[in-house]
C-alpha cells in the first residue's frame, strides 16, 4: 500500500438530512464504537486509503457522533506509513481531538487503538498494555477522561476472560470510586453468553445493543462489538437508543471496514 498523501482538514461532508442513521435525540451524547480494520481492508486501485479516510469521517458526521472508540489502528508502519487517528479525526473536523494508545510494535511503527471526541479536550490521557497467554497478539485499553465522562477503548483476544479481569481491575484502581460514568468501547471478540461477557458483566453494565445480528461485515457471526458503563458510583446513564449502522448515505459501509460501526445515546 503507498503513502498517504491527502490531507482532510476541511473535507469533511456535512451530515444529510435524510440519513438512514437514526437521528440523536437531543440533549443525547452518542458515543461510538468502530473497528476500522486498519483502513485497509478492502482498498483497491478504485478506492484508495484516501477513500477510506474520508468515508469513514463521513459516517462519523452524518451519525452526528460525539466520541469514537476505534480499533485497529496503524500508526507509521510499513503497511500504513501514516498516523491513522490522526488522519480520520482530522477529516472529521478540525475540532475534533484524539489520544492514541499502541497496543504493539508492529512493521517499523505502531498498531493499537484510539479514542477522538468532537470539540472536547480531555483532561486526562493514558494507556496500558493489557497480558496475554503466551504467543497471542499484545492488547491495550486506552482512556480519554472528559469533564462529564471517561471513554476507554480495546480490542481483545477471544476466549481469554483474563484480559477482562485485568482490565477492569486497572480502570477500578483509577474510577471505582468515582462519580463520573466510566464507558468502554471495543471489538470484544466475543459474542454475549460466553465466558468474556460474562466475567465483564460482573463489573459493568452492556449498553449498546445486542440482539440486531452481527457486527461483523464478512461473516456471520454474532454481535461481537459493545459499549458499556462501569459499574462505579456514578448513576447509570439513561440510554435513549442503540444501533449498529448498516447503511449511510455517506457510501458503501462494507467497503469502509469488516466492522459496522455500533453506536449508543445516553443522557449523562
Known sequence: ????????????TEPANDSPIAAKPKGATRIMTYNVGAIGKFVDESFTVENNVKLIADIVNESHTDVVAYQELDSCNNRNN?????????????DWTYFYGPAID????????GVAAKGKQPIKTLYIPIPVKEKSEPRVLTIAEYKDYVLACTHLNGGQPAQVEYLTAEIMKLYGDSKKPVFLGGDMNANVGKDMMNKFCENWTIISQTELGSTVV??????IDFILQLNNKAKAAKVLGTA?????????????????????????
Not at 1 to 12: D, E, I, L, N, V
Request: charged share 20%; aromatic share 12%.
Open 1 to 12: 500500500m503507498g503513502a498517504f498523501t491527502g490531507t482532510f482538514c476541511s473535507s469533511h
Open 82 to 94: 501514516f498516523f491513522q487517528l490522526k488522519a480520520v479525526a482530522e477529516a472529521t473536523g478540525k
Open 106 to 113: 508492529y512493521r517499523g511503527g505502531k498498531y493499537g487503538t
Open 218 to 223: 464478512t461473516v456471520t457471526k454474532p454481535c
Open 244 to 268: 449498529v449502522i448498516k447503511q449511510a448515505n455517506s457510501g458503501d459501509m462494507k467497503k469502509a471496514s469488516d466492522h459496522y460501526p455500533v453506536y449508543v445515546d445516553v443522557k449523562l
